[in-house]
């Protein structure tokens, strides 16, 4: 069943910028966390950046300094501002309400889990 739904991928040049946008449904439990992970072919999802229910933020290493996770409450919408893109950063990028209290537990969560919240939307870094 799909719980949200991911938009704002796309094909980018490296140094480029893209914003995606996640909106649950009304059936998704947000109670825990919000955030971002992301897939890319032959390799382990990985969780990107998260918020959890205190708004208190984490990030994956790899992406620190370079994207912005951020939450719109009145619009129940959760952003994810990248810049800086690298080709490394070419994967399908899925939002997830995952269960959780602490924004680095929400990353953690995300990366083990076998849940796809969402169809992703996938975004291109070239070179």
């Known amino acids: 069943q799909v719980q949200v739904a991911e938009s704002g991928g796309g094909s980018v040049q490296a140094g480029g910028s893209l914003t995606l946008s996640c909106t649950p449904s009304?059936?998704?439990?947000?109670?825990?966390?919000m955030g971002w992970f992301r897939q890319a072919p032959g390799k382990k999802r990985e969780g990107v950046a998260a918020?959890?229910?205190?708004?208190?933020?984490g990030y994956e290493d790899s992406v620190k300094g370079r994207f912005t996770i951020s939450k719109d409450n009145a619009k129940n919408t959760l952003y994810l501002q990248m810049h800086s893109l690298k080709p490394e950063d070419t994967a399908t990028y899925y939002c997830g309400t995952p269960i959780c209290v602490t924004a680095i537990q929400c990353l953690r969560v995300m990366t083990e889990s076998h849940i796809n919240w969402g169809q992703g939307t996938p975004v291109t870094v070239s070179s």
């Open positions: 918020i959890d229910n205190n708004g208190r933020i």
């Open positions: 009304s059936s998704a439990d947000s109670s825990g966390g």
